[in-house]
């Protein structure tokens, strides 16, 4: 059973606008989040986390939103850049754990 | 970029025969990681290292064994290849593993095709 969602496979904004990537975990036990980014015929790199104790972490154009009740959370990318297309993958882990990973992201941004 | 190399970066292969997928480190980190991604399904663990000669099962493990001898090198056999495990591999280092909150270090993958 998959632990961590992310529900749409594919994404497609215009340049300058916002990009929202959204993953649904149900282990209440994951203590740590993070979003990886992978370009075609490259290894994924990482690219912001969040603890589970903080509701936001921003980093420049990004930044992740933690909804603990709801058990979800998500990437905004503003403003988007075609720079920013590739696949995005949220991962969760336990204390001490592996990391688990959802199936992926495809953000397209148009120019 | 983390000193993460993997090798072949391509193969194919015939069902039945062996192959060794190797990932070579030279961070000098603890953890080490194989995860294979395929479309639908993301990134999966198949298994990790989290020292010389200690390793560990991840969820997709079944056909596949690893051997850890030396600090810098993960290696990844799949006994008798099948076309279900036509896929691209890739290999992750951690210095801290689960106590990181910054994640893994991943290569720039394997990709094998079953013929």
């Known amino acids: 059973d998959q632990q961590v969602k992310q529900n749409s496979p594919s994404l497609s904004v215009q340049e300058g606008r916002i990009s929202i990537l959204n993953c649904d975990y149900t282990n209440s036990m994951f203590d740590y989040f993070l979003w990886y980014k992978k370009y075609p015929a490259e290894g994924p790199t990482f690219l912001i986390s969040i603890s589970s104790i903080k509701d936001k972490n921003e980093d420049g154009r990004f930044t992740v939103f933690l909804n603990k009740s709801a058990k979800h959370l998500s990437l905004h990318i503003v403003p988007s850049q075609p720079g920013d297309s590739a696949v995005y993958f949220c991962?969760?882990?336990?204390?001490?754990?592996?990391?688990?990973f959802g199936k992926g992201t495809k953000l397209s941004v148009k120019p | 970029d983390a000193g993460i190399t993997q090798s072949p970066r391509h193969k194919v292969t015939e069902t039945g025969t062996p192959v060794t997928l190797r990932c070579h480190q030279t961070?000098?980190?603890?953890?080490m990681y194989w995860y294979r991604q395929d479309p639908g399904h993301g990134l999966r663990l198949i298994h990790y290292?989290?020292?010389?000669?200690?390793?560990d099962k991840g969820e997709v493990s079944d056909g596949y064994s690893v051997s850890r001898s030396k600090t810098e090198d993960f290696l990844l056999t799949l006994e008798s290849a099948t076309s279900s495990q036509t896929s691209v591999y890739f290999c992750?280092?951690?210095?801290?593993?689960?106590?990181?909150?910054?994640?893994?270090?991943f290569g720039s993958g394997t990709r094998l095709t079953v013929v």
């Open positions: 992750a280092i951690s210095e801290l593993g689960g106590r990181a909150n910054y994640g893994y270090t």
């Open positions: 991962a969760a882990r336990r204390s001490q754990g592996n990391l688990i």
């Open positions: 961070e000098n980190h603890r953890y």
């Open positions: 290292s989290y020292g010389v000669k200690d390793t």
